[in-house]
Structures are given as C-alpha cells and as structure tokens.
Nanobody
Framework: QVQLVESGGGLVQAGGSLRLSCAAS????????VGWFRQAPGKEREFVAS????????NFADAVKGRFTISRDNAKNTMYLQMNSLKPEDTAVYYC?????????????????WGQGTQVTVSS
C-alpha cells in the first residue's frame, strides 16, 4: 500500500514562496504519474500539477503556470511543489497524489493514492 505524507505548508504573505514536500512509502515510483491537487473552503478539489515520475514531464493548471514547479528526488522517493509569487487565491489544502499508471489527468478520479493534505494560507 502506498502512503503519501505532505509537509511544508504554512502561512505566507502574498508574493512569497513555499515548498511542499510529499514523501512516498510502500512503493518505489517508476512508471507512474504523481501530482498535486488543492481544495479551498467551499470549493471543489482542483488540479494543480502533475509529473511523469520517470521522465519528469509535467503539466500545470493555468492558474499556477509560470509560478509553480514540480520536481522529484528519486533517491528519497519524494516529490516537491515549489510555489512562488503566491497569491491569496492560492490559499487551500494541498494534496499530493499518485496513480498506478503513467497517465496524466486533471481529474481527481484518476489518482489512486492521496496524502492527508497540508494547509497553505496566503495573506494579502
């Protein structure tokens, strides 16, 4: 069973940066897609970014393109979401996800494994 544990959330002022980490256990990632979703209060869960673990090919939501990057450390079986130029509208609980196949999708239904979430709050 894959377990994903996020860390790195917190409170930051608008324009600031945060780096989220997601440590995976129970499986060494090879041909899978990993990524991040977020959910703000009263809103549906939304896609943020995804990455093919093997080749690093990434996709981003338009709302974060150019501000967020996604990366991974194979040796640590950990992925990261670097968030720069943060805006108040980025405030949400951020979840790391992984699926069982190398398929990029923006649908939360496409991901089999979810972390518990980490809160990111951006003040204006």
């Amino acid at each position: 069973q894959v377990q994903l544990v996020e860390s790195g959330g917190g409170l930051v002022q608008a324009g600031g940066s945060l780096r989220l980490s997601c440590a995976a256990s129970g499986r060494t990632f090879v041909n899978v897609v990993v990524g991040w979703f977020r959910q703000a209060p009263g809103k549906e869960r939304e896609f943020v970014a995804s990455m093919n673990w093997s080749d690093g090919a990434a996709n981003f939501a338009d709302a974060v393109k150019g501000r967020f990057t996604i990366s991974r450390d194979n040796a640590k079986n950990t992925m990261y979401l670097q968030m720069n130029s943060l805006k108040p509208e980025d405030t949400a609980v951020y979840y790391c996800v992984a699926n069982q196949i190398a398929l990029h999708t923006t649908s939360p239904n496409g991901y089999h494994y979810w972390g518990q979430g980490t809160q990111v709050t951006v003040s204006s």
